[in-house]
């Protein structure tokens, strides 16, 4: 339906000289139609998201793409990621929720966003960019009643995501050695080899400091897991980690092995960031405790990691529980 502008047009034709207070006839009036714009879909920009209500909508499922929906938004939190063509979802929360995101695509380049204004500023919520195909992933995150906007988008190259699918739904319970407080203890473990995996865990550590200083050489913004081993003098351990035959779309995997969980930059005593697989070998001149770090650069890819360690690993007397459980 077309909609129709009304203009008046006055048009005076004057034939030698109009005296003043002479009534003038300014002619029909005219109706012309308004041109019409072009159509934007739901999702192509902030004007006109897709809603989705929280928690009455979890689990929320939704396969779809950015092609064709235009480059909207740039300058967000996304950085060189918000190039490309972007699609926004909008968060209607009705009561308290925690939610984790995610958003698995055969594209790589793309970037992730969640924030509080339309288009997502910097600071966002949170933001995950990868260069690898794979799940992208938001979270945990507690959101309060109000409402917030999620965006996806690429570097680009490429220019836009021919398919992905979002979810959106309560995130399973991370396990204990998602920090150091519940770092799992390696010593006495039978096992030369196991799998992780990644994406139950959460971002709690970075080998890089404020000053962008990095044992590894790189940052570390992915989910990682925590490991514990006690060295005496002289004592060496080795341990790699790789992305498993399982992973299709594979993990940048990063290892470190450090001393003080609050400061995993300064207190970094070995660590590889090279390729996959990433190995560290370590002796130390003074016995101590020392926590394994398995870490990723901005995201969990999919599957699992492969862990190898040294055989035979230490064997001081500690307790190994039920730590076997937690290796699936």
Aim: glycine share 10%; hydrophobic share 35%.
């Amino acid at each position: 339906m077309r909609t129709m502008l009304i203009v008046l047009i006055s048009v005076c034709l004057i034939s030698g000289i109009s005296f003043a207070g002479e009534k003038v006839d300014h002619g029909p009036t005219v109706y012309l139609p308004l041109a019409e714009e072009g159509g934007r879909a739901i999702g192509d920009d902030c004007t006109n998201p897709i809603v989705i209500t929280l928690p009455a909508d979890m689990p929320y499922s939704d396969t779809n793409t950015t092609c064709g929906r235009g480059n909207s938004y740039e300058e967000t939190c996304l950085g060189g990621y918000d190039g490309g063509e972007d699609i926004i979802y909008r968060l209607d929360v009705t009561s308290d929720v925690t939610i984790q995101v995610r958003m698995t695509s055969e594209t790589a380049w793309r970037g992730l966003s969640i924030g509080s204004s339309c288009p997502n500023g910097d600071p966002c919520l949170d933001y995950v960019t990868s260069y690898t195909a794979g799940p992208l992933s938001l979270g945990p995150l507690d959101l309060t009643v109000g409402s917030y906007f999620i965006m996806a988008d690429t570097y680009p190259s490429p220019d836009c995501i021919p398919e992905f699918t979002l979810t959106i739904e309560t995130p399973a319970e991370a396990p204990a050695n998602d920090t150091c407080d519940g770092a799992i203890d390696l010593q006495g473990q039978s096992l030369q080899t196991f799998e992780v995996d990644l994406c139950q865990y959460s971002n709690q550590y970075n080998p890089m400091n404020d000053a962008g200083e990095s044992c590894t050489g790189y940052i570390a913004e992915g989910p990682d897991a925590v490991y514990m081993i006690n060295l005496g003098a002289g004592e060496t351990f080795d341990a790699c980690v790789e992305a498993s035959s399982g992973s299709p779309y594979g993990v940048d995997n990063s290892l470190y092995l450090i001393t003080d969980c609050g400061d995993a930059a300064a207190s970094c005593v070995a660590a590889d960031d090279s390729g996959d697989p990433e190995c560290i070998s370590f002796t130390p001149e003074v016995a101590g405790t020392f926590y394994l770090v398995l870490d990723t650069f901005s995201d969990c890819g999919e599957g699992l990691v492969t862990v190898t360690l040294s055989q035979p690993v230490p064997t001081a007397d500690h307790s190994w529980g039920s730590v076997k459980s937690l290796y699936r």
